[in-house]
């Protein structure tokens, strides 16, 4: 159990404020760790750091991975046992508008956490969390594998590379013969309450179904591995446990994606999403994109249910089901942290149920 684990454990997130750290960080605290957060403030009250309450339930620094003295100084004084990096400019389209602040953040920022975490001497498993967007992507309808070429010509893919590469480095320079395991784990497009972000086409669905107007697709059939946020967060809390408990195997790439039947189109995701809500109508850019972005992308995720035993848990239905429920519960401010943990719970039984 994940709980004999995590249970009164110091847990460091980078990154907590974020969509996926914030809920990273609820979950470690129904698991009974004593968790710390370090990343930029939240950027707007519709966070689901703020709505959930996390400020006042973890201990938080107000910091910037690319400020390597603070970071390592908190790393130090905290004394972590595992830690997940988490913090990056996560966004395709805002890459190309800030590419430098990209490069700083996806590479240096990984660079200084473990580079902070060897100086700490006290953490055992550390998790750099990157993307599926870190493959080479040549529009292959099958999966990439962990051992398939990195690269990206986008900045935040090619960040995203540089990161892998950068955590490979450390592994097999620092981290081998070290008291600390380290891994990367590589997730599909993930979705979920409490995510608002710019340009990601479900907070733009739920922006433009709160105001009442039609939604704008951009790209209506590109096909992406779409996964609620619960799956990729359980192969992380599960690699991390791993790495705490000395397996000396599971130091690497990870690929956490969903099942064949959740690479589908952003048009099909759409229309699952407005069928569950009962309402919403869509409308399709006719424009020509003016930047980059993959017509297809998936992954191959053999390696993580074969060696780390883990696999999906929810279908199609129940990604868009909880992701639906999710988003209603931000409506309802006093509702959100309730929300998380009861998904949390429910996420958990149906894990078990099909492992």
Known sequence: MLADIYKNKKVLVTGDTGFKGSWLCIWLRELGAQVYGYSLPPRTPQENYVTAG???????????????????????????????HLAAQPLVRESYKFPRQTFETNVMGTVN???????????KAAVNVTTDKCYRNNEQVQGYKEEDILGGQDPYSASKSCSEMVTFAYEKSFFTHSSCLIASARAGNVIGGGDWADDRIIPDLFRAVVAGRPLTIRHPYAVRPWQHVLEPLGGYLHLAAGLFQKKQSLAGSWNFGPLDQGHVSVLELVECIFKTLGRGTYSIETQTPQVHEA????????????????????????????????????????????NRIGQIARYVKKSMERN
């Open 113 to 123: 956490f473990f580079e902070a975490v060897r100086e700490a001497k006290t953490v």
């Open 54 to 84: 996390l400020g006042k339930l973890i201990r938080h620094m107000d910091g910037d991975v690319r400020d390597y003295e603070k970071l390592a100084r908190y790393v130090k004084d905290v004394g972590p046992d595992i830690a997940f």
């Open 295 to 338: 017509k297809i992308l998936t992954l191959d995720i053999t390696k993580a249910m074969t060696q780390l035993g883990w696999k999906p848990a929810l279908d199609l239905q129940d990604t868009v089901a909880f992701t639906v429920e999710g988003y209603e519960a931000d409506l309802k401010p006093d509702k959100v942290y309730q």
